[in-house]
């Protein structure tokens, strides 16, 4: 194997993405799914990313993330999710209990997951701009958070230099299928109550130590 496929191959991040590949499938076709929906699709997408990414926001600012990685504040998109879900008008849903992060390499983790989820919201973001529809282009704060800011990318040189998940990969896995299992319905049957329950095949959902 060629030295750049073998590094990229051992990299921290790759070592993430295969451990939840199919995890991420399950959230992308359930998340697909939705945004399928012309008449409220964008709605429930918005509402399950909620579901989501609030709690494992307040876990990660009970953590004192910004210890670990002073850039978070650029990253955090609580506040832009509840800003969309206002003007569309749109309850907050249930909060589910926010895990808690034990360690470093959990916590980065965790960032894998919804950092990553960034590149999935591009697409999703292009295709609701072809839409036109105006109230939903006038709630697009979510996805279009650090459009063009290389947030991505930054966080990787982060998660690649990390000592603590050099040392403690397992606990960073962990991690990412955590926060992964934040958007399976599994966690959200009472609003989603119409929605299979049951991940799919081959899919191991790890729940979080303390719920
Ligand atoms: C309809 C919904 C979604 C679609 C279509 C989708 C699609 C994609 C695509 C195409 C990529 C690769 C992009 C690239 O390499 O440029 C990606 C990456 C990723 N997505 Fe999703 N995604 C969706 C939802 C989510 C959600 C809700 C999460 C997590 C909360 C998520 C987590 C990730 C992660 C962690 C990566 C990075 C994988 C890597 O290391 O390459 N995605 N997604």
Redesign the pocket.
Known sequence: MPLQQVEEASSA?AR??HA?DGM?RA??SR??GL?ADAADGYERFLTA?AG?LLPLERALTRAHIERIWPDWPHHARSAALHLDLARLDIEIPDQQAEPHLDSEAEILGVL??????R???A??LRELRRSADPARLNAIGYLSHGEGQGLWPRFLQHLEASDAVKCAPDEAEAG?AL??SY?LPHREHDLFPHEELVPPRGIRISRPKDL
């Open positions: 991040r993430l993405r939840t991420h959230v992308d998340f697909a945004l990313i989501g894998y997951v919804l950092e990553g989820s590149l999935g919201g697409f999703i990412a926060a992964f958007f």
